[in-house]
């Protein structure tokens, strides 16, 4: 074999295998994410076939025909990356069914992109794999020297796998999407096992993947039944869709980021600004907070909103405050582009930074700019990037407001106590001297506001009068002095320890630990139907840990108080105690409505258990599978060695 013709394969294999591991993980995040843990089962799973297939290719270099067998290999290798796209799909489906929440969906999705990764890609980087030691011992021998025959195709090789991790990430993804790149790198291989024989270009050697391009798939996930799919894209970042669900109240708009599930970046509800009690709604609070309790007027207010996604920000605060103004920061571009499409673009006064890191522009925006910073800069479903989160980052943002400017941060949580929470809370205590975070009702969302060199006082929105009917009502509920809480010191986060991850993962496991189920017990003095009266409408304005404290207060349980109480505990999301509630005051009510509302309770929290342990039973599921395939892998490659593996010479 001539060394121009071996180097050629070396570098068009490594460009593909480059490009297969890169767009693996793209390919996958419609149904499993690309978080880190993703990342790592993909990586891990690519280098363990590399490796199987370099002891491969060593066993069969040098023998009979080996370029014969390699080519026909690098043939089947092809043909297996081809059908990777067709099976994503499916597999992805049933490894992940898109009914789970994202709240109990972690453990399925990190398995299960393990399984998909040893079914869908380990085949043919095994095969690819196997290259290297024969192109090596050919070239041997036909008179080349071990090491400058080793030196060629290792050089080759890694200089093609940086041209596939460029193009890739920049240049066939975003133009093409992750399928076609499949195909593309499929359609190299396929040209690399006709150059082994050094024939001409058969044409099934990259027909199948050629083909496939043209073929109308579809989207890369399908939309639920009764969900319109309105765009898909795949962004040099992520995968996106926007999705559009009809609803008596008005269709609701959602931008939904790779795996999706049931949650949602943007929002956007129809002829109405406002997104009816979802977290954007809460943040309003911030600009009155900066201005100790006084609704600001709009065109001296300036906003930064960090993470802008489609602009909901931008639309409220518009709304809320006319006038205003409103700088946003979003990484992907895709992103701002598809909220001008479908979300009716942004509508305050104000500029986007498009393509630019967050971090990037605190750090070097001219100080005291802004009135408010906004900080819903999330990546990859659950995760704040630490770099957003850390004591250097809150130090950046407090150069940037104005005296008094109010920093207001969106975190994921499930308690006061959740371990994000109270790291985000003690951080910004560090920085700004107190913190205060909000509950937003009946969501897995925590508002947290700090000042710059100021007071903090929530009771300040006691004085607000906004003349904004929507406005008005949102501060009546944020304006109750024990909605708020004072956060503790604790873990403060810098960049030096990004333990996000960690307590992302110790938080979402102490939320899906089994609670105490043991009943509410009223002892105190209170009338019961006072207390009802009174409890009824504090679970209304969103304070469950109120409506717990009231109940305890009555004289005896009632079954509607115990109803209540089970209300209060689903918001807290303690399910297991909720149901316990709900079915303690079945045997003792004979209201036919109360008895209906209790049953009904009772049988979704029964349902949301279920889910939850039919998300753990998948989670396992794929646990299994991942060790049944790699065991079976690793025992067909070692029963084929000891079969085929050429007779050992007699001393």
């Known amino acids: 074999m001539r060394a121009l013709r071996a180097g050629s394969v070396a570098f068009l294999l490594g460009a593909a295998m480059m490009g297969l591991e890169l767009t693996a993980v793209r390919l996958l995040a419609p149904h499993f994410g690309d978080s880190a843990y993703v990342w790592t089962n993909v990586i891990g799973v690519m280098l363990v076939a590399l490796a199987v297939g370099a002891w491969l290719g060593g066993a069969w270099a040098g023998r009979p025909n080996a370029m014969r067998r390699l080519s026909l290999v690098l043939a089947v290798g092809c043909v297996c990356a081809a059908v990777a796209p067709l099976c994503s799909a499916p597999i992805g489906g049933w490894l992940v069914p898109q009914d789970l929440s994202l709240e109990s969906a972690m453990g399925a999705l990190v398995r299960g992109s393990l399984v998909a990764t040893l079914l869908l890609f380990a085949p043919p980087i095994l095969l690819l794999g196997c290259a290297g030691p024969m192109l090596v011992a050919e070239l041997v021998m036909s008179g080349s020297r071990v090491g400058r025959a080793s030196g060629l195709v290792n050089a080759c090789s890694t200089l093609g796998s940086l041209v596939g991790t460029f193009a890739a990430t920049h240049l066939l993804v975003p133009w093409l999407g992750s399928r076609?790149?499949?195909?593309?790198?499929?359609?190299v291989v396929g040209l690399c096992a006709a150059l082994v024989r050094g024939r001409r270009l058969p044409a099934s050697a990259a027909l199948l993947p050629i083909v496939l391009a043209f073929l109308p798939l579809g989207p890369l996930r399908p939309a639920p039944a009764g969900i319109e799919l309105l765009a898909e894209t795949e962004s040099t970042m992520q995968f996106l869709q926007v999705v559009r669900e009809p609803r008596a109240d008005g269709a609701v708009t959602m931008l939904k980021i790779n795996e999706g599930l049931d949650s949602f970046h943007s929002l956007a509800r129809a002829g109405n600004a406002w997104t009816d009690g979802a977290y954007y709604d809460w943040h309003v609070a911030a600009p009155i907070l900066a201005c100790d309790g006084r609704v600001p007027d709009g065109s001296d207010l300036r906003v930064l909103s960090l993470g802008a996604a489609a602009g909901t920000f931008a639309r409220l605060l518009a709304d809320a405050f006319p006038g205003c103004t409103v700088d946003g920061v979003e990484l992907d571009r895709a992103v701002v582009e598809l909220g001008d499409q479908f979300f009716g673009g942004r509508v305050a006064a104000g500029t986007d930074y498009t393509g630019l890191d967050a971090r990037v522009y605190v750090e070097r925006a001219p100080p005291a700019t802004y009135d408010v910073i906004l900080v819903d800069t999330y990546v990859r479903q659950i995760y704040v990037p630490a770099h957003v989160a850390s004591l250097e980052f809150f130090t950046a943002a407090a150069r940037c407001l104005r005296r008094g400017g109010v920093v207001s941060v969106n975190s994921g949580g499930w308690s006061f106590d959740d371990p994000v929470v109270r790291a985000l809370g003690s951080t910004m205590r560090r920085v700004f001297g107190e913190a205060w975070a909000l509950r937003v009702p009946w969501?897995?969302?925590?508002?947290?506001?700090?000042?710059?060199?100021?007071p903090l006082t929530p009771s300040a929105l006691q004085q607000a009068r906004p003349v904004h009917g929507k406005l008005a009502a949102m501060i009546a509920r944020v304006a109750e002095p024990d909605v708020w809480r004072a956060m503790p010191s604790g873990v403060v986060l810098t960049d030096d320890r990004p333990v996000l991850d960690a307590l992302q993962h110790a938080a979402m496991a102490l939320a899906h630990a089994d609670h105490e189920s043991a009943l509410t017990i009223a002892g105190g003095a209170r009338d019961e139907t006072d207390v009802g009266n009174v409890?009824?409408?504090?679970?209304?304005?969103?304070?469950?840990?109120?409506?717990?404290?009231?109940?305890?207060?009555?004289?005896?349980?009632t079954p509607y108080l115990r109803l209540l109480a089970g209300d209060a505990r689903w918001a807290l999301h303690d399910v297991v105690g909720a149901r316990a509630e709900f079915e303690a005051a079945l045997p003792t009510t004979d209201d036919a409505g109360l008895r209906s509302?209790?049953?009904?309770?009772?049988?979704?929290t029964t349902a949301f258990l279920a889910g939850l342990q039919r998300a753990a039973s998948i989670a396992t599921r794929n646990g299994w599978l991942a060790w049944l395939l790699g065991f079976a892998t690793l025992g067909g490659v070692f029963w084929w060695w000891r079969t085929h593996a050429p007779a050992r010479a007699s001393a």
């Open 180 to 187: 076609a790149s499949v195909w593309v790198c499929a359609a």
């Open 443 to 454: 969501s897995r969302n925590f508002v947290l506001v700090a000042r710059k060199e100021l």
């Open 597 to 604: 509302a209790l049953t009904t309770r009772a049988r979704d």
């Open 535 to 557: 409890a009824h409408a504090l679970l209304a304005a969103g304070r469950p840990e109120a409506v717990l404290a009231e109940v305890r207060a009555a004289r005896s349980m």
